[in-house]
Nanobody, 119 residues
Framework: QVQLVESGGGLVQPGGSLRLSCTAS?????????MAWYRQAPGTQRELVAN???????NYSDSVKGRFTISRDSAKNTVYLQMNSLKPEDTAVYLC????????????WGQGTQVTVSS
């Protein structure tokens, strides 16, 4: 029903920037209500980084507030995560997620893209 494909990960030095993209496709793509970015580092639980609703309301984890910005282009069915002032602790696999209903858990996931912050 919904397929998500992430891109934009890579290796960056501390203090640098990256922009991740997540493009949604499938027959239910216009019914998506919320899209989000999660991240997971080895040995840790998956963490919500930011989400954005179809009405452009946004929410951020405290660890990225002021450094990361989530945005979307509805015409392209794409959500972006602009990451600035990156820190080594931001190193993780970043996953895109989507859901059709606000009260439901995220049930559509991308394959993830690796972000490594290291000098």
């Amino acid at each position: 029903q919904v397929q998500l494909v992430e891109s934009g990960g890579g290796l960056v030095q501390p203090g640098g920037s990256l922009r991740l993209s997540c493009t949604a496709s499938g027959r239910s793509v216009k019914k998506i209500n919320v899209m989000a970015w999660y991240r997971q580092a080895p040995g840790t639980q998956r963490e919500l980084v930011a989400n954005i609703t179809s009405g452009d309301s946004t929410n951020y984890s405290d660890s990225v507030k002021g450094r990361f910005t989530i945005s979307r282009d509805s015409a392209k069915n794409t959500v972006y995560l602009q990451m600035n002032s990156l820190k080594p602790e931001d190193t993780a696999v970043y996953l895109c997620a989507a859901k059709l209903f606000l009260v439901n858990p995220y049930n559509h996931w991308g394959q993830g893209t690796q972000v490594t912050v290291s000098s």
